[in-house]
């Protein structure tokens, strides 16, 4: 502590006190850090699902099972004969298998597409009568 200081008109000052720091109690200081935590997870969940993270995954995914398909084809090395109706192939059966996966893909991206083309179609002409219905 110091010594009081004269004021101008003579008067002695009371010597202000240090501040004393607060001391934190042990068992708050991981409450705030998982108040934090909680509170940067929910950031996170807020932009959790984007377009790109979506890609992202897709492409993860889209790399893992084309490893497993090479590694699926090069154990898979047996030929077999496939009759087609006018036509025969002696192909490895994980070759075969592959082109039939990858023609059942594009009949399901086909039949999807036709799907989702429909149904394009629809909500136009229901969007095309609702702004009729608003004009008259």
């Known amino acids: 502590m110091s010594t009081p200081e004269p004021h101008d008109d003579g008067e002695a000052v009371p010597p202000t006190p240090e501040p004393v720091p607060v001391p934190v109690p042990a068992d708050e200081a991981p409450n705030r850090e998982r108040q934090a935590l909680s509170e940067a997870r929910q950031q996170v969940r807020k ?3 984007t377009r790109s993270r979506a890609t992202y995954v897709g492409w993860v995914l889209g790399i893992v099972v084309l ?3 090479l590694v699926f084809i090069l154990r898979n090395q047996g ?3 496939i ?8 192909l490895p059966v994980g070759v075969s298998l592959l082109i ?4 059942g893909a594009i009949l399901t991206l086909a039949v999807t597409t036709a799907r989702m083309l429909q149904l394009r179609r629809a909500l136009t002409k229901v969007d095309q009568a609702r702004r009729a219905a608003e004009r008259g």
């Open 47 to 49: 932009v959790a699902h």
């Open 67 to 69: 490893i497993l398909l």
């Open 79 to 81: 030929s077999q004969e």
């Open 83 to 90: 009759d087609l109706f006018f036509w025969k192939v002696e």
């Open 100 to 103: 039939a996966a990858i023609l």
